[in-house]
């Protein structure tokens, strides 16, 4: 029987396997932040066991980063502690830190495949839930705990038992205005939050093959919002040509030898998955959440279902909308476009391309968070940013940002926010806060409207 | 590591699907580098209302209602990464955790504190949250070397599931680190054959 990706990568990376038990895995790069590594690192200082590979480590601080004045001391007391702990324990073990300022500084889902430490065939992981953004390179990535943090910390490796395998194939030609943003949560809205609960997923078809490694790094990124620890694509040569040349990137004849492993690695046509789904590309639109999870989402022509269950008269209560109504023509007072999800170059593309000639609407307050550094310099240099000035956007320093509401930029309470991360949970953007998850275009249309619109009819 | 072994106590029904690791513990309270005090915050802004006060209806402000059991419903754990919902679990005083899913990263997270994700079916699940809700005072046994969960006084019980490595690991109260450290030899022979590609 034939391979697939995930099993050719997977085994690959065994160590031994325990009898009637897990597997040690071996893992090739670990990606840490401040929020969920000092107590990993505690618990080997106490137990007196050093950091086994910390060539293998590299650190960033991102999730409490405030996004304004980055360059004065952090005013929150907490948040300064906790990133001067990244740095201490980074320095005391001889890992790279990337710390706030440093031009390479960004979320830690951004800045590592910006600075080509994410590579295909590799394993990687973080202690943070999105680490499955690295499976667009032909990777497997995932999220842990802070005690498996510390259990690479002391041998690189961890014990996990090999999850099921997941395919869900897009084919088809995706209409005007629909984004990978739209591809993943329409995906997710049909499937549900735990559809992909012990399984890792592979993305195929040729939607994903067609797509940038922006769009596809989008779409992995909320694998683990249908319940899958991590999503991957076949490498191509749109993989290759995105990672040729970068700061990590193997160089010259090293290189050339890696294109030709990386090419065994997609999955053999007689491979077979424990579990597919197809869906036409034809039938996607514009996406929406309604709810506070991110499977309750409809197509922007679409209608709140009917449902009448407990958890779904909760959700709606939350949000304040009614079953059976529509979300076009609400008015929005806030959008933010940002987060490891959509804050790449594209998506500002994107949003620049849709906002150039016209005007924030007055009463929205609009966020524009870029993923990393990299990506904020970039704005600059093409000239993106000069479009959001003129358009009253104001854009801000990398980081995490209301995302998940750690620093400053919070939500207020019983708002709206259009949003292009990836979670609408209670209160993730901030006590209180509501959140609608959508792709950077659409967030840019709601910015400019002051209401949600159904961008459509403006692109027909 | 605590060890575990069996456990016969009271359960508190969270009546709730979907429970995500932010309403079990939110972002805001991750900021601190230590594991204590997560307890404090746990379900935050369910227990408490936005002015500080106490939320009465909320299950765990239920005076009739306590125990180091805690029954919830579908899908619990989902979301992020954060080891913090684990921690502010057991902080709390939590030992087992029933429901009929739960997401993966929060199950291996609760594992690996000494918290025992118990499985069951639906109709189970639905059971024992009504057996509890109308008797606060019903007894849970929960016995992780006979895999089994069942009523007190009743013969309501189901087999749950645990991978034999982490049931070992509970019962004996080891990590996965001291394991991990006993195979170097093994892991940095298998370095110099990662080299070839
Ligand atoms: S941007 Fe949001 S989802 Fe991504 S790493 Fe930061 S907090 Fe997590």
Known sequence: MGKTLFDKVWDAHVVDTIDNGPQILYIDKHLIHEVTSPQAFNELEERNIPVFRPDQIVATADHNTPTINQHLPIKDELSRKQLEQLSENCKKNNITLYELGHKYNGIVHVMAPELGITQPGMTIVCGDSHTSTHGAFGTIAFGIGTSQVAQVFASQCLLLTKPKSLRVSVNGKLKNGVLPKDVILYIISKIGTNAGTGFFCEYAGDVFENMSMEGRMTVCNMSIEMGARGGMIAPDETTFEYVKGRKFAPKGEAFDKKVVYWKTLPTDNNAVFDKEYHFDAEDIEPMLTYGTNPGMGIKISEFIPETSDASFEKALDYMNFKKGETLIDKPINFVFIGSCTNSRIEDFRIAANYIKGKQKADNVTAWLVPGSKQVEAQIIEEGLKAIFDDAGFELRQPGCSACLAMNDDKIPQGEYCVSTSNRNFEGRQGQGARTILASPLMAAATAVEGKIIDITKQLN | ?197
């Open chain 2, 1 to 197: 590591m605590e060890k575990f072994k069996t456990l016969t106590a009271t359960a508190i029904p969270l009546d709730i699907e979907n429970v995500d690791t932010d309403q079990i513990i939110p972002a805001r309270f991750l900021k601190v580098t230590n594991r204590d005090g997560f307890g404090q915050n746990l379900f935050r802004d369910w227990r408490f209302q936005k002015d500080g006060s106490v939320n009465t209806n909320f299950v765990l402000n239920q005076p009739q209602f306590d125990g180091p059991i805690l029954v919830a419903g579908d899908n619990f754990g989902c979301g992020s990464s954060r080891e913090h919902a684990a921690w502010a679990l057991t902080d709390y005083g939590f030992k087992v955790i029933v429901s009929s899913f739960f997401a993966d990263i929060f199950k291996g997270n609760a594992l690996n504190n000494g918290l025992l994700p118990v499985q069951v079916s639906p109709e189970f699940l639905k059971e024992l949250m009504t057996t509890i809700q109308a008797d606060p005072r019903t007894k849970i046994t929960v016995d992780l070397e006979a895999q089994t969960i069942g009523v007190d006084g009743s013969n309501h019980s189901e087999a749950f599931e645990i991978d034999a490595y982490k049931k070992t690991c509970m019962i004996n109260g080891y990590d996965d680190i001291d394991y991990l450290l006993s195979k170097k030899e093994t892991i940095e022979a298998f370095e110099k054959t990662l080299q070839a590609y």
